[in-house]
């Protein structure tokens, strides 16, 4: 039973344009939500998160909404550069006070940005 | 400020043989966790450390699978014996208190031959 999902395991974007990544969730106590990047052959990096207070979250070319009732969290990326090419992970934890997080991660999402 | 250090990168050994992961995580942090991820999947949790205490592992297939955290800092995954089916990505995080984002290491790539 899958509890984080990202239904599209690749996305292909032209160079500048947007880059959307999707991903859905079903448990309705995590709280707190997050994207990793990864690189082959390294670990994943974390990119950007969003807690269960926010319905949007913005960092320079990266923006996580959040629509609760929906159980769905997309990462908006703009422009899009080569650089961005990777997989994108999804993650979700419920909120545990004085502790680290319970990380569920989704299977993850490969973009390819096109020059 | 150094990340998290795994060891080793990469390791090859035969089945039933066994094998050990190595962690040391960020300077500070509290919570350290262990993950797998197979091919073509997200990381999967399969222990969590609360300083020296391991809290959630529900999901370390304990017949061969063991950890230990000494002294709340590094940390050991030893898989003994080791099966076909363990060969994953072995990825270790850390973080700081109170719900903050987990910083991951390379991992160590295992293959089972």
């Known amino acids: 039973d899958q509890q984080v999902k990202q239904n599209s395991p690749s996305l292909s974007v032209q160079e500048g344009r947007i880059s959307i990544l999707n991903c859905d969730y079903t448990?309705?106590?995590?709280?707190?939500f997050l994207w990793y990047k990864k690189y082959p052959a390294e670990g994943p990096t974390f990119l950007i998160s969003i807690s269960s207070i926010k319905d949007k979250n913005e960092d320079g070319r990266f923006t996580v909404f959040l629509n609760k009732s929906a159980k769905h969290l997309s990462l908006h990326i703009v422009p899009s550069q080569p650089g961005d090419s990777a997989v994108y992970f999804c993650?979700?934890?419920?909120?545990?006070?004085?502790?680290?997080?319970?990380?569920?991660f989704g299977g993850g999402t490969r973009l390819m940005v096109k020059p | 400020e150094a990340g998290v250090v795994q060891s080793p990168r990469y390791k090859i050994i035969e089945k039933k043989q066994p094998v050990a992961f190595w962690c040391n995580p960020i300077s500070g942090h509290n919570t350290l966790y262990w993950y797998r991820q197979n091919l073509g999947q997200g990381p999967e949790l399969l222990i969590r450390y609360e300083n020296e205490e391991a809290v959630d592992d529900s999901q370390l297939p304990k017949d061969r699978f063991s950890a230990e955290r000494l002294k709340g800092v590094d940390s050991t995954l030893k898989i003994q014996p080791a099966e076909l089916g363990d060969s994953a990505v072995y990825l270790c995080?850390?973080?700081?208190?109170?719900?903050?984002?987990?910083?991951f290491g390379q991992g160590t790539r295992l293959t089972v031959v």
């Open positions: 448990n309705s106590m995590f709280d707190y």
């Open positions: 995080a850390s973080s700081a208190a109170r719900g903050s984002k987990a910083f």
């Open positions: 993650a979700a934890s419920p909120i545990i006070y004085n502790a680290g997080n319970m990380l569920t």
